[in-house]
């Protein structure tokens, strides 16, 4: 099935604000984050719009099981769910079927009890579930309501559901993706993660990379973004995450001579700063707390999005 992957190479690529021009990507980028109500991170146009690319240049059939890393409540699931594939949605935190996707896609609930410690959590339950945000949810929802957004909703659902075989389904399931032992060896056709990653230490790191190794296929792709930095490592206390050099990036996921374009980094930061789109798209959190990426919703990147590319080795005969 991988066996177009065999010569390909690992890569770090920093995410250019080019990406926003992949017309027919950004279309579905924003058609299912406004049809679901998800908003995202700053970077996340780019990260998202990214890896589609990633996975449509690499020709993996619909139908492939992609294993989504730390995907909480995030909107990359449902994209790839709406391109086709089965998705196994991975993540340590509580997670129910979420009502408004569920309308549109078919999605399960795998009941595996799993307890984890991780400061990271105790970061998201500090800023995001306090009571202004529960405010906040309720503010919004009541908009919507007043506006017949519900009313869209159900069209939507009407019109799609006739359609609704062409998505791939998607499963929640409950694991660290450090030690995903319910997951056989050489089960998943390709691994995703979103700005996830950097939110472990760098021990953390390199035993998720040694798990995705172990459950991808022969020959199977990782596609993984995280936060570059052009020299020496720095904790982004805001997000709660690490910004990596590219010489820790090399490192930590282990790439074998792999191409970059971190040699054009000052360029492409540039460009990130004065990108009107990410600039004027900015999600409502960062307008509630001086505690977020951006604080108040003043524009000020301080770190880029980087995609990472690597490819499970096939074994030698």
Known sequence: MHTDFYNKKDSLEILSVDLLKEKELFSIFKYWSKCLGIEVGWHYPLDLIWIMKKIKESNIPNGATI???????????????HLGFNILSIDYAERNIPKIPSL?????????????????????????????????????????????????????????KSNKIKYGSIT????????MKE????????????SSLEHNNQKEIKEAVTEFNRVLKPGGPMFLTTSATE???????????WCFS?????DLFS????DSNFDNYKTLFQELKNNQYLQENLSSYYFHSEKSGMPYGKWNPLYQPVGITKYKQWPIL
């Open 255 to 258: 790439l074998n001579n792999p």
């Open 104 to 160: 549109f896609f078919d999605i399960r609930q795998k009941n595996v009890k799993h307890k984890f410690k991780s400061s990271y959590i105790k970061h998201l339950s500090d800023n995001f579930s306090d009571r202004s945000q529960s405010r906040l949810i309720k503010k919004t929802i009541n908009k919507l309501k007043s506006l017949g957004k519900i009313s869209y909703i159900i069209f939507l659902k009407e019109l799609t």
């Open 67 to 81: 294993l989504d890393a730390g995907a909480g409540g995030g909107l990359l699931q449902f994209l790839l769910a």
């Open 172 to 179: 929640l399931h409950k694991t660290d993706f450090k030690n």
């Open 246 to 250: 590219e010489k820790t990036l090399i």
């Open 231 to 241: 020299k020496e490592n720095w904790f982004h206390k805001p997000s709660y995450g």
């Open 183 to 194: 997951i056989s060896d050489g089960s998943i056709d390709c691994i995703v993660s979103v």
